[in-house]
T-cell receptor
Framework: NAGVTQTPKFQVLKTGQSMTLQCAQD?????MYWYRQDPGMGLRLIYY???????DKGEVPNGYNVSRLNKREFSLRLESAAPSQTSVYFC??????????????FGPGTRLTVT | QKEVEQNSGPLSVPEGAIASLNCTYS??????FFWYRQYSGKSPELIMS??SNGDKEDGRFTAQLNKASQYVSLLIRDSQPSDSATYLC?????????????WGAGTKLIIKP
């Protein structure tokens, strides 16, 4: 049981290049999320998918697109990378815990540098 | 604007003492509260969730929730050097969305041997 996996772990892009960050979970969770984390700041939600077939914008969606490929996989695409997108990107998944809240579980992260 | 506030620290605590971490939130409709631990260069790891007023204990960790005062705290008893990390408080977005969490910026905790 790998939990949440992300690829790649590290990436360096030049301004204007595109790339897709991959995320997969094997916990059969319905909801998945993409966050970015910058130094000294909390996690900021980019996009989320409450269930297979749906995606919604989070706090900072500009410059990103997502695809919920199936229940397991949720990808994040940068169409034209900018230096402001240099960050650590985390994917997470969640399921309602015993009828209460949605506990989120995180992947190891992708460290992206845009030059 | 819904917010979660944490003291950024660092909070320095002697080994073996109790570390107390605090978090306040702005949305009275929030129902779910979480504490995550994040080691440097690693991803956040869920350590406690709490949904009802009062205390919830799990090993050396105790989460405390006071909805009337809109704060949630985490106590770590018998602090160990391995507890040195950044602790993130997260709160659900209340009635707007149970799926989404609002995150504090984290408190850096340092346990001194």
């Amino acid at each position: 049981n790998a939990g949440v996996t992300q690829t790649p772990k590290f990436q360096v892009l030049k301004t204007g290049q595109s790339m897709t960050l991959q995320c997969a979970q094997d916990m059969n969770h319905n909801s998945m999320y993409w966050y970015r984390q910058d130094p000294g700041m909390g996690l900021r939600l980019i996009y989320y998918s409450a269930s297979e077939g749906t995606t919604d914008k989070g706090e900072v969606p500009n410059g990103y697109n997502v695809s919920r490929l199936n229940k397991r996989e949720f990808s994040l695409r940068l169409e034209s990378a900018a230096p402001s997108q240099t960050s650590v990107y985390f994917c997470a998944s969640s399921e309602e815990a015993a009828g209460e809240g949605y506990e989120q579980y995180f992947g190891p992260g992708t460290r992206l540098t845009v030059t | 604007q819904k917010e979660v506030e944490q003291n950024s620290g660092p909070l320095s605590v002697p080994e073996g003492a109790i570390a107390s971490l605090n978090c306040t939130y702005s949305d009275r409709g929030s129902q779910s509260f979480f504490w995550y631990r994040q080691y440097s260069g690693k991803s956040p790891e869920l350590i406690m969730s709490i949904y009802s007023n009062g205390d919830k204990e799990d090993g050396r960790f105790t989460a405390q929730l006071n909805k009337a005062s809109q704060y949630v705290s985490l106590l770590i008893r018998d602090s160990q050097p391995s507890d040195s990390a950044t602790y993130l408080c997260a709160v659900n977005m209340g009635l707007d969305s149970n799926y989404q969490l609002i995150w504090g910026a984290g408190t850096k905790l340092i346990i001194k041997p």
